[in-house]
């Protein structure tokens, strides 16, 4: 069973900062991309940002841009996410996803369907 472990997460004050990682349980991310989004309450699962293990290439959705930062460390083991900037609009539960691309990179469309495995989820609460 594939299973995807997070850690991280928790209340932080506007403006704040926050890390989310996540990693897989007994098996690297060789072959898989890596993917984070987020719900908020009464809201659908949106994207927030992806990477290549491939070559690094990375994606993110406008409201991450210049704020969060993903990463995976060369042994392919562990992603994060790195959150700064943070308003009460990114109070959710932020969920790590792996989709498995044979090649590491990140699917064409990132289409939530695309990603395979998920977190447990974390939950992040910015208060203002």
């Known amino acids: 069973e594939v299973q995807v472990v997070e850690s991280g997460g928790g209340l932080v004050q506007a403006g704040g900062s926050l890390r989310l990682s996540c990693a897989g349980a007994?098996?690297?991310?060789?072959?898989?991309?890596v993917g984070w989004f987020r719900q908020a309450p009464g809201k659908e699962r949106e994207e927030v940002a992806s990477?290549?293990?491939?070559?690094?290439?990375?994606y993110y959705a406008d409201r991450a841009k210049g704020r969060f930062t993903i990463s995976v460390d060369n042994a392919k083991t562990m992603a994060t996410l790195q959150l700064n900037g943070l308003t009460p609009e990114d109070t959710a539960v932020y969920y790590c996803?792996?989709?498995?691309?044979?090649?590491?990179?990140?699917?064409?469309?990132?289409?939530?369907?695309?990603?395979?495995?998920w977190g447990q989820g974390s939950q992040v609460t910015v208060s203002g």
């Open positions: 996803t792996l989709a498995y691309t044979h090649d590491g990179r990140i699917p064409a469309d990132r289409y939530i369907y695309e990603f395979d495995y």
């Open positions: 007994g098996f690297t991310f060789d072959g898989y991309a």
């Open positions: 990477i290549s293990t491939r070559d690094g290439t990375k």
